[in-house]
């Protein structure tokens, strides 16, 4: 088992069978079901103050239908907090260095945002195009600009996840040996 | 972390009451390894049982090369003593902030409890109060009986006093007419006898008469010299 330092970014396959999946449910089992008990047990008690807290922050400055984004972005940043977290601990594999998995996460919410502004303020959404106060003669070419800036967006959350995670383990590796 | 602590398939599944948490966890060796893995070896191999296992676990690990030493060895010793270390110096720490959080949610709602009971009790001290306000309303009642009495019976005598009065007044002025007119009638017959006596003394009788009290005074002074 001689490792190179690239090694912890290959997916891992057991005899054939792709344990990707089994390493991105894995830090679901971390956490303790909240069960219908009022007064829990430590861990439950922790996990419920942290989450309460983390929804709170997100939630404060929006009004009552921004609540409904709140399962989502919650749970998705419990779980990528997580698996990164893990990520440090040695011969561990993390599931976000993979472009795939990423790319999978960034492209859908963002489409999603993108169609429920169109949806719902057409013309606010469109008008986001635009930046205020931007002198007259520019305003093409700022469209065009912005234009593409929406749509590279998805492009560039993915991989800016990825980038990060990676430069990051290669140099614990590094600064390990 | 999961849902083993029911009975299994032994009762009726009931979701309330839930039976009570235990008070404390699984007992760990090492915080890794239960305990009763050691009650398990301990009948065959002893107290050092468990440890020749791991030690010759990892010796065979080591030499075989099951498991290499690379660099990930070193990075793993380092997490390691970073992680025990926080464990020892902070799980105290954060097990009594759990317990905190456990606590103020109770008391929150025990203190809501308390508060209905100390208000209610207020509110039954009041009733009581007013209770005993009420019964000491009856002598209130019977001294305003007698005050309305008394006021009536002054009223009373009041005005029998005046009756008394203006009857007193009309019947002294009868006896004043009447004495009136007895005076008068009496000055009036003086008077008419005097008048009548005057015009009945003739000139005659008034010399008679003149010329008797003369001879009277020389008797008289004839006796009065003799006295001195």
Redesign the interface.
Known sequence: MNLSFFDQFTSPYLLGIPLILLSVLFPTLLFPTPNNRWVTNRLSTLQLWLLNLITKQLMIPLNKKGHKWALILTSLMILLLTINLLGLLPYTFTPTTQLSMNMALAFPLWLATLLTGLRNQPTTSLGHLLPEGTPTPLIPALIMIETASLLIRPLALGVRLTANLTAGHLLIQLIST | ?L?TTRALHTAQQR?AP?PP?PEK?GEVRYGLIPEEFFQFLYPKTGVTGPYMLGTGLLLYFLSKEIY?I???????A??LSVIIYGIKKYGSD??A???K??EE??AKALSVKNEAIKDLETAIEQEKKEQWRVEGCKYLFDSKRNNVAMLLETNYRERLLTVYNEVKKRLDYQVAMQNLKRQKEQDHMIQWVERNVAQSITPQQQKESIAKCILDLKALSKTAQAAV
């Open positions: 972390v849902h979701l839930l948490l966890g290499v690379n660099h990930e060895t070193v990075a793993a380092c997490i954060v097990a902030f759990a317990d959080l456990n949610k109770v």
